[in-house]
Nanobody, 126 residues
Framework: QLRLVESGGGLVQPGESLRLSCAAS????????IGWFRQAPGKEREGVSC????????KYADSVKGRFTISRDNAENMVYLQMNNLNTEDTAVYYC???????????????????WGQGTQVTVFS
């Protein structure tokens, strides 16, 4: 079974940090670009970040540039999202997704991603 499992979400205050993890099972991540998406209450899911299969190319949504960093350890079949200086607008369920392509592509089109995790909740409260 091909699975992605996110972890690391939680409750934090503005300015604090969290590190999300995405663990793959049933397949090897090193062939796939991996994206992080999020869905806030009452809003559509949006793309946050993406890493190419080798990690050499990354992309970020404007809203998180300079605060979030995507990384991956293909040997461990893991992808991470380091989130710093969180604010209340970052509150959402965060999902990782695998794309059967080494590259992220131009935009965060959800239809380009084949395998999705169940999500992990991040809540930033003041």
């Amino acid at each position: 079974q091909l699975r992605l499992v996110e972890s690391g979400g939680g409750l934090v205050q503005p300015g604090e940090s969290l590190r999300l993890s995405c663990a793959a099972s049933g397949f090897a991540l090193h062939w796939d670009a991996i994206g992080w998406f999020r869905q806030a209450p009452g809003k559509e899911r949006e793309g946050v970040s993406c890493s190419s299969s080798g990690g050499g190319t990354t992309k970020y949504a404007d809203s998180v540039k300079g605060r979030f960093t995507i990384s991956r350890d293909n040997a461990e079949n893991m992808v991470y999202l380091q989130m710093n200086n969180l604010n209340t607008e970052d509150t959402a369920v965060y999902y990782c997704a695998a794309r059967s392509d080494a590259n992220c592509g131009v935009d965060f089109f959800e239809s380009n991603y084949d395998i999705w995790g169940q999500g992990t909740q991040v809540t930033v409260f003041s």
